[in-house]
């Protein structure tokens, strides 16, 4: 009990310090903030093309449910309305209280309503990103072929490496566990960590062998590129129409690479790094580039309503939801280890 009472502790500790630092770098790039100026800019602002900014967002995440669908279709058919809802209910866990806190619970609200096992779930959504990662990597690499990146950003080119590496080493394993599933448990045997590891091999092969699952690598990619859409969209509704569709794609994915290291919440980090790609990448003024920023920094921001409209429909509170989520998932490591001892 007091052990649970520290580490909780601790956690709410890290959580108020990571989230004092992340205000503190928005109050410093905001400190030559202008109301005046913005509403100036809102006011020239294009509200037709932001308008067809949101809707494209919202056909991105329409994607992803469908995406999801597909590949649990061979455990469980899901109805396409749960996996919407749960995408965003995900949404909304991961802008409030960021930390990919979402991400779990996504996979538990799609459990609790359905009959799909949470752990294959769980495994469902390690696959999602793995897919996610390897279209990532490859439109970053042409990314950077074509745009280049200034000096002051060479942690973006160190990152895009990393990830690389990390994205081809799990799929790899991933790929081994899906079509190996004997060898891959036979050479975890015994240990504490393996217990879990062979649990997730079994979840992931009733996924991998089908049809489904190359379906949805495939669908991955547009996935991908129809998030370009909202950025283009927006570039236009603000008046940078002297950028064009494959800048704005390089925007999406130069962020969306920064934004795979979990974030704290409020989309910050994402506010904070769309101004610095402005500035540096596009050559925007700084009002131009800071005005721009809070733009699309609100239009993100406004998952959150979708995501609260999603969590009315179940009842709870996501906070309930959150909570059963990880109490879930320790049931889940708790019966794994009792299933293998007995079985030791």
Not at 33 to 50: K, M, Q, S, Y
Not at 140 to 156: E, K, N, S
Request: with cysteine; glycine share 8%; aromatic share 12%.
């Amino acid at each position: 009990m007091g052990e649970h009472f520290g580490q909780s502790a601790r956690a709410r500790v890290i959580f108020v310090l990571i989230n004092v630092i992340a205000l503190g770098f928005l109050a410093w790039s905001l400190r030559h903030f202008n109301v005046g100026a913005l509403i100036e800019d809102f006011e020239t602002t294009n509200w037709w093309w932001i308008s067809f900014a949101i809707l494209s967002d919202v056909a991105v995440y329409a994607l992803q449910a469908w995406r999801w669908q597909v590949l649990l279709r061979p455990v469980e058919p899901v109805p396409y309305r749960q996996a919407l809802r749960a995408v965003y209910i995900g949404l909304f866990g991961n802008e409030v209280l960021g930390f990919a806190a979402g991400e779990v619970v996504r996979c538990y609200v799609i459990a609790r309503f359905t009959a799909l096992p949470f752990s294959v779930s769980l495994s469902s959504a390690l696959i999602e990103r793995i897919f996610d990662g390897m279209w990532l990597c490859a439109s970053l690499i042409l990314t950077l072929r074509v745009i280049g990146l200034p000096h002051r950003l060479h942690w973006i080119v160190d990152g895009s490496y990393v990830l690389g590496g990390v994205v081809l080493i799990v799929a790899v394993l991933l790929g081994f566990a899906m079509f190996h599933h004997h060898r891959a448990r036979s050479a975890l045997q015994g240990g504490s960590w393996k217990k879990h590891l062979r649990v997730l091999i079994d979840d992931l092969s009733l996924i991998g062998h089908s049809r489904y699952l190359y379906f949805s690598l495939l669908i991955s990619l547009p996935y991908l590129l129809m998030q370009t859409v909202p950025v283009w969209a927006t570039f236009r509704g603000f008046g940078f129409y002297d950028l064009s569709l494959f800048e704005a794609f390089g925007f999406m994915v130069i962020l969306r690479m920064a934004m795979a290291v979990p974030q704290a919440p409020g989309n910050i980090g994402y506010l904070l790094l769309s101004k610095e790609l402005m500035l540096v990448l596009f050559g925007a003024v700084a009002r131009d580039a800071e005005n721009f920023s809070l733009l699309i920094w609100g239009l993100v921001t406004l998952r959150v309503v979708l995501g609260a409209i999603a969590l009315a429909t179940t009842g709870s509170k996501f906070g309930e939801l959150h909570r059963a989520a990880h109490t879930e998932r320790a049931e889940l490591s708790k019966a794994r280890d009792s299933v293998t001892s007995d079985s030791i």
